[in-house]
């Protein structure tokens, strides 16, 4: 099994800086891909942004220039957020494609248990 834990969430103002960090165990060969999704209220989960293991990025266009998706060689991703706005409010969701030990068996939709962030005026 391998399971995804978010930290870093939780309330600032506007224009303010946050940092998500989210950290991969378990029986894990290797991680493909890693990402944030939000998910505002009354709204429908989207991709923030996302990362492989070459280090390849992409953004939504609403967070591009603000946020920065990284990743170390320990499984964890981070997602640095600058100059929040209030409509980044929402639970931030991490993802991951895992191939566990041995390469037996393929996880490709692992979902953390989510981190709120709420920006204020």
């Known amino acids: 099994q391998v399971q995804l834990v978010e930290s870093g969430g939780g309330l600032v103002q506007a224009g303010g800086s946050l940092r998500l960090s989210c950290a991969a165990s378990?029986?894990?060969?290797?991680?493909?891909?890693m990402g944030w999704y939000r998910q505002a209220p009354g709204k429908q989960r989207e991709l923030v942004a996302r990362?492989?293991?070459?280090?390849?990025t992409n953004y939504a266009d609403s967070v591009k220039g603000r946020f920065t998706i990284s990743r170390d060689n320990k499984n964890t991703v981070y997602l640095q957020m600058n100059s929040l706005k209030p409509e980044d409010t929402a639970v931030y969701y991490c993802?991951?494609?895992?191939w566990g030990s041995g390469l037996i068996r393929r996880y490709p939709e692992v979902w953390g248990q989510g981190t709120l962030v709420t920006v204020s005026i």
């Open positions: 378990g029986n894990i060969f290797t991680i493909n891909a």
């Open positions: 993802n991951a494609d895992i």
């Open positions: 990362i492989t293991s070459g280090g390849s």
